[in-house]
Structure formats: structure tokens, C-alpha cells
């Protein structure tokens, strides 16, 4: 069945008010659209922990700074409606910016320690967009589950922050990033990818391979574990933006790995003009 098509807030506080008096708990999975099996996976975890699934297709003007691809942001609405039916979402709420930017609209919602740092340093006012964006969703669907996936990492932690810090009491829940057969992250940004660039971006994910078998070898050096990353970048031609050992939950930078510590290495790069981004667990 296709899921229906929530357009304005107060179609969306209708629909969830009503889910609400049958007694049923509801999973929200927030996107920018140009769905793939990433996104999907989210909708169907969803439907295996709650009764309904509603999910959000918004490309978020405000997280992109003025020289990113907003515009041409990849876009399919038709075909992410499909994909969100057979999935299992019941609704799919698509507003247009000026929903959640009417005029006069003035306020907005910083995390202020895990933003900061890695994407959040390369990317101005990027985190403060996805905050705002996610605290409206989630005070408007009033979630008991809400689902977001490890390939944003940062993000992940930073709308675990603000959930907790403004009651919003819905149950973050981050879910393993899926990769390609070859081990590519999925990504929407992976259809600007060249047949060769999309080649060579198997470098993220192959450096960070090598890093957690460097790991459980015994190589608990954050230098030599970001080595790793950085020579398959090297050896691939891409650009880094970023590779960094951090703890896992505080996102602060770490020297070594120590025994039982949970850890997570991030990478970004460019391959060719495409940004990509990927992370891996470590230790934990």
C-alpha cells in the first residue's frame, strides 16, 4: 500500500495525533531523499521494533553552505515513495522549505561540544541545520523510535545530544552502516561518482579495513591506525579532508586505543569533487 503523503505540520500533527489514539507506537526515519537500501534498512528496523513507520524525504536548505550541492542535490520523489511502500512506512511527510522556514522564522538549535570538530570544523553551520531540522521532526511526530544510520556518525551523536538534552524522549537508534558488495558506504553523493572515482573511493573503506586489522594485530597508536587510512587515500589520488581517531561517544580526539575502549576512526575525502565520508568502529 502507498504510504500517505503528509504535506504541511498540521497535516503531520493530525496523522501522528491520530496514530497515537489507537494505541499504536510509531518509528520516524528522517531523510533527504534519493532513498537507497541505507534508508530502507532504517524503515524496516523501524516496522520490527514499532507498529508504524513514517519517514521524511526534505533536502534541509539550511544544512549546506553556500558552495555545496544543494541545488543539485540528487532527487527521485516518485521513486522514494515506492521504495518507502515496500519497505513498510505508512507515511511520508515531503514539505517544502517554506513548511519549515515560513517567513519570520527565527530560531534555531546548536549542539555545542559533539559538533564540533571533523565535519562539524569543515562544514560551517552544517550541524546547527541538521539540530533545527531533526528537533522540529521530532517534536512534531513525537517519535517513539527514531532512526538514523552510522555512515553520518557525527550527525548520529549530535541528535543523540539534543534528544536528550530537550526531553524530546523518542529512542535514537544508530544502525550499521551498508556498503556496496566492493564496500563502498552507500550514499546518495555516490551518484556524482565517475566510473574510475567510484573506483577509487573504495579507498575509504578499504584503509579504514585495514586500520581495525592493524587494531586487533595489536597497533593501538592513533598514528599508526590513521596511517593506514590516509596511505590507501594516497595510493588512490583522493584529496583528504579528514582522518581521525576520536572516543566514541565524546568525539574527542585520542591518542592510542586503550583495552576495552570504544573508539571510532572517521575519515573524509574528495574523489574528484564528490565529499565522502565514512567511519569505522574500533576496539569496545
Known amino acids: 500500500?502507498?504510504?500517505?503523503?503528509?504535506?504541511?505540520?498540521?497535516?503531520?500533527?493530525?496523522?501522528?495525533?491520530?496514530?497515537?489514539?489507537?494505541?499504536r507506537r510509531l518509528a520516524l526515519v528522517p531523510t533527504m531523499g534519493y532513498l537507497h537500501e541505507g534508508h530502507l534498512s532504517l524503515i524496516r528496523e523501524g516496522r520490527r521494533?514499532?507498529?508504524?513507520?513514517?519517514?521524511?524525504i526534505f533536502v534541509n536548505?539550511?544544512?549546506?553552505?553556500?558552495?555545496?550541492?544543494?541545488?543539485?542535490?540528487?532527487?527521485?520523489?516518485?521513486?522514494?515513495?515506492?521504495?518507502?511502500?515496500?519497505?513498510?512506512?505508512?507515511?511520508v511527510f515531503a514539505p517544502t522549505p517554506e513548511v519549515m522556514y515560513p517567513s519570520g522564522y527565527q530560531t534555531y538549535v546548536e549542539v555545542t561540544e559533539v559538533s564540533q570538530g571533523l565535519c562539524g570544523a569543515r562544514r560551517p553551520g552544517h550541524f546547527r541545520g541538521v539540530a533545527?531540522?531533526?528537533?522540529?521532526?521530532?517534536?512534531l511526530f513525537r517519535?517513539?523510535?527514531?532512526?538514523?544510520?552510522?555512515?553520518d556518525y557525527q550527525q548520529l551523536q549530535v541528535i543523540r545530544a539534543l534528544n536528550r538534552d530537550l526531553h524530546l524522549g523518542a529512542e535514537?537508534?544508530?544502525?550499521?552502516?551498508?556498503?556496496?558488495?566492493?564496500?563502498?558506504?552507500?550514499?546518495?553523493?555516490?551518484a556524482y561518482l565517475s566510473a574510475e572515482e567510484r573506483q577509487r573511493a573504495l579507498s575509504l573503506s578499504r584503509g579504514l579495513?585495514?586500520?581495525?586489522?592493524?587494531?586487533?594485530?595489536?597497533?593501538?597508536?592513533?598514528?599508526?591506525?590513521?596511517?593506514?587510512?590516509?596511505?590507501?587515500?594516497?595510493?588512490?589520488?583522493?584529496?583528504?579532508?579528514?582522518?581521525?581517531?576520536?572516543?566514541?561517544?565524546r568525539l574527542t580526539p585520542l591518542a592510542s586505543v586503550a583495552p576495552g575502549q570504544a573508539a571510532r576512526l572517521l575519515v573524509a575525502a574528495f574523489s574528484g569533487?564528490?565529499?565522502?565520508?565514512?567511519?569505522?568502529?574500533?576496539?569496545?
Not at 521494533?49 to 521524511?56: G, H
Request: proline residues 4%; negative net charge; hydrophobic residues 45%.
Open 49 to 56: 521494533r514499532v507498529d508504524a513507520v513514517a519517514a521524511s
Open 143 to 151: 517519535p517513539d523510535v527514531a532512526l538514523f544510520g552510522e555512515k
Open 209 to 249: 579495513r585495514a586500520a581495525v586489522m592493524l587494531l586487533q594485530g595489536g597497533t593501538r597508536d592513533a598514528q599508526a591506525l590513521v596511517g593506514a587510512v590516509r596511505h590507501e587515500l594516497s595510493q588512490a589520488g583522493l584529496r583528504e579532508d579528514y582522518v581521525e581517531l576520536v572516543d566514541a561517544e
Open 273 to 284: 569533487a564528490t565529499r565522502l565520508i565514512d567511519n569505522m568502529q574500533l576496539g569496545g
Open 172 to 190: 535514537i537508534v544508530g544502525m550499521p552502516t551498508i556498503r556496496e558488495a566492493d564496500g563502498l558506504a552507500m550514499s546518495s553523493r555516490n
Open 61 to 91: 536548505p539550511t544544512q549546506f553552505g553556500p558552495r555545496e550541492d544543494l541545488s543539485r542535490y540528487p532527487r527521485d520523489f516518485e521513486g522514494d515513495l515506492a521504495k518507502c511502500a515496500s519497505a513498510g512506512a505508512e507515511a
Open 132 to 139: 533545527t531540522i531533526v528537533t522540529q521532526l521530532l517534536s
Open 1 to 23: 500500500m502507498a504510504p500517505v503523503v503528509l504535506r504541511s505540520v498540521e497535516e503531520v500533527k493530525a496523522w501522528a495525533t491520530g496514530l497515537r489514539r489507537e494505541g
